[in-house]
């Protein structure tokens, strides 16, 4: 399999080609999370369950040692709040150890460790008194990073919280539920979050979730050495003719005022995916078309340059970091042919002066995709029976491509 690069890209010394998980997409039997308690409510609008995984809290090794073996220099893996605080104020020693363990094992293999803190679920407990909206929410993401950062002493990068403007716009979805104002139950959840139809994030949310950002970086800052920011789901919105105020106000909501938030920060991660049009009602869902990724996205491998110079526009000049980019598909040469368009897109933006520190592909392994199985993002594939690693083409393609960009340094 050939690259569609023609030349090496043109990064700088340091830059990091990894790929990326999350915990509860990969490691299996989350059973304290919210995440897991939706999954398997009585009539949960989720229609497949996390089950086990990949089981990756077993298997990290190989994941690790598969990734490293391709020529990658990095991998972002998160620790599980619902793990390590499985009751409030109930701190398990014996879990943090283990993400101790794959932070050394990532080391010892050649791979920069890039943490999560957050992604996505919380406890079940800090959901169940109000989530994000509780009074007292702050002071317990607070208590728990406290905790979480005491293994964290060698870690170069550290995101406190991924994608806070699509946990706010779940929220509102959640909430707009509740309230029985969001249509007709099951399929409007589900294909509100697979089309990207999601309602404008809840204001109350990202409130919340800018000040436990801020308080998380303070303890990062405080505790170890590492760099921290947080990661934006760029959306890459485009206006439809006469609909530019839309299109400015809808952008601000779902993307600046996160943005801005990360010009106080050492880094942004910036997550890309596709491109939304925006009419007169706000984001246009997806239409129907033969290219269209398995998560039923536009195929935009150009959105992860439109995302890198608007987070550089808007953030004013914080260094940026790749922390998700790729495509749900089951033609790996498709995956290839994406990987390589966004690449060139963030080639131009380096050239242009943006600085770029790294790119981590979404994702490693297939993995569970919030609610069902069928979209393959992975470098690897998995056997969810035996959980057998198949490393895909593209991962001695895109580990390369990396060997390549390092050694013309």
Same mark, same amino acid.
């Given at each position: 399999?050939?690259?569609?690069?023609?030349?090496?890209?043109?990064?700088?010394?340091?830059?990091?080609?990894?790929?990326?998980?999350?915990?509860?997409?990969?490691?299996?039997?989350?059973?304290?999370?919210? +995440?897991?308690?939706?999954?398997?409510?009585?009539?949960?609008?989720?229609?497949?369950?996390?089950?086990?995984?990949?089981?990756?809290?077993?298997?990290?090794?190989?994941?690790?040692?598969?990734?490293?073996?391709?020529?990658?220099?990095?991998?972002?893996?998160?620790?599980?709040?619902?793990?390590?605080?499985?009751?409030?104020?109930?701190?398990?020693?014996?879990?943090?150890?283990?993400?101790?363990?794959?932070?050394?094992?990532?080391?010892?293999?050649?791979?920069?460790?890039?943490?999560?803190?957050?992604?996505?679920?919380?406890?079940?407990?800090?959901?169940?008194?109000?989530?994000?909206?509780?009074?007292?929410?702050?002071?317990?993401?607070?208590?728990?990073?406290?905790?979480?950062?005491?293994?964290?002493?060698?870690?170069? +990068?550290?995101?406190?919280?991924?994608?806070?403007?699509?946990?706010?716009?779940?929220?509102?979805?959640?909430?707009?539920?509740?309230?029985?104002?969001?249509?007709?139950?099951?399929?409007?959840?589900?294909?509100?979050?697979?089309?990207?139809?999601?309602?404008?994030?809840?204001?109350?949310?990202?409130?919340?979730?800018?000040?436990?950002?801020?308080?998380?970086?303070?303890?990062?800052?405080?505790?170890?050495?590492?760099?921290?920011?947080?990661?934006?789901?760029?959306?890459?919105?485009?206006?439809?003719?006469?609909?530019?105020?839309?299109?400015?106000?809808?952008?601000?909501?779902?993307?600046?005022?996160?943005?801005?938030?990360?010009?106080?920060?050492?880094?942004?991660?910036?997550?890309?995916?596709?491109?939304?049009?925006?009419?007169?009602?706000?984001?246009?869902?997806?239409?129907?078309?033969?290219?269209?990724?398995?998560?039923?996205?536009?195929?935009?491998?150009?959105?992860?340059?439109?995302?890198?110079?608007?987070?550089?526009?808007?953030?004013?000049?914080?260094?940026?970091?790749?922390?998700?980019?790729?495509?749900?598909?089951?033609?790996?040469?498709?995956?290839?042919?994406?990987?390589?368009?966004?690449?060139?897109?963030?080639?131009?933006?380096?050239?242009?002066?943006?600085?770029?520190?790294?790119?981590?592909? +979404?994702?490693?392994?297939?993995?569970?995709?919030?609610?069902?199985?069928?979209?393959?993002?992975?470098?690897?594939?998995?056997?969810?029976?035996?959980?057998?690693?198949?490393?895909?083409?593209?991962?001695? +393609?895109?580990?390369?491509?990396?060997?390549?960009?390092?050694?013309?340094?």
């Amino acid at each position: 399999m050939t690259t569609p690069l023609s030349t090496p890209i043109n990064t700088r010394e340091g830059f990091l080609w990894g790929a990326a998980t999350s915990p509860h997409q990969t490691e299996g039997g989350n059973v304290h999370s919210d +995440w897991w308690q939706l999954e398997n409510a009585p009539q949960s609008f989720v229609s497949e369950r996390s089950g086990d995984a990949v089981d990756s809290y077993h298997r990290y090794p190989e994941d690790m040692r598969l990734l490293a073996e391709a020529g990658l220099n990095a991998y972002r893996f998160g620790i599980e709040w619902a793990r390590v605080e499985p009751a409030p104020g109930v701190h398990l020693e014996s879990e943090l150890a283990h993400y101790r363990q794959m932070i050394e094992t990532a080391r010892s293999l050649g791979l920069t460790p890039v943490v999560t803190l957050h992604h996505f679920t919380t406890p079940a407990w800090f959901a169940h008194q109000g989530g994000w909206l509780h009074p007292d929410a702050v002071d317990l993401f607070a208590r728990y990073v406290e905790r979480a950062t005491t293994i964290l002493h060698d870690v170069d +990068w550290v995101c406190t919280i991924n994608e806070p403007n699509i946990i706010a716009a779940m929220t509102a979805l959640f909430r707009q539920q509740a309230a029985g104002s969001g249509g007709s139950g099951e399929a409007t959840n589900r294909d509100a979050v697979t089309s990207l139809s999601l309602p404008t994030p809840d204001t109350e949310v990202a409130d919340a979730l800018t000040a436990a950002h801020r308080r998380a970086v303070e303890i990062v800052h405080r505790k170890t050495h590492a760099k921290a920011g947080w990661t934006v789901a760029g959306q890459q919105f485009e206006p439809t003719p006469g609909n530019e105020a839309v299109f400015e106000r809808t952008r601000r909501d779902w993307e600046d005022r996160f943005l801005l938030v990360s010009r106080e920060d050492d880094f942004v991660g910036v997550q890309a995916y596709t491109s939304q049009k925006v009419d007169e009602n706000g984001p246009v869902p997806h239409p129907a078309h033969p290219t269209n990724t398995l998560s039923g996205w536009a195929y935009r491998p150009d959105a992860l340059e439109m995302a890198l110079r608007h987070a550089w526009d808007v953030t004013g000049g914080t260094p940026l970091l790749v922390t998700e980019n790729g495509i749900a598909t089951d033609d790996d040469t498709v995956r290839v042919r994406y990987t390589g368009e966004a690449l060139t897109g963030l080639d131009k933006a380096v050239a242009d002066g943006i600085d770029v520190r790294g790119y981590l592909h +979404w994702s490693a392994l297939d993995n569970y995709e919030w609610g069902h199985w069928g979209p393959t993002f992975g470098l690897i594939a998995v056997d969810r029976t035996t959980f057998e690693r198949s490393p895909r083409p593209s991962l001695e +393609w895109f580990g390369r491509l990396a060997r390549t960009a390092v050694s013309a340094r």
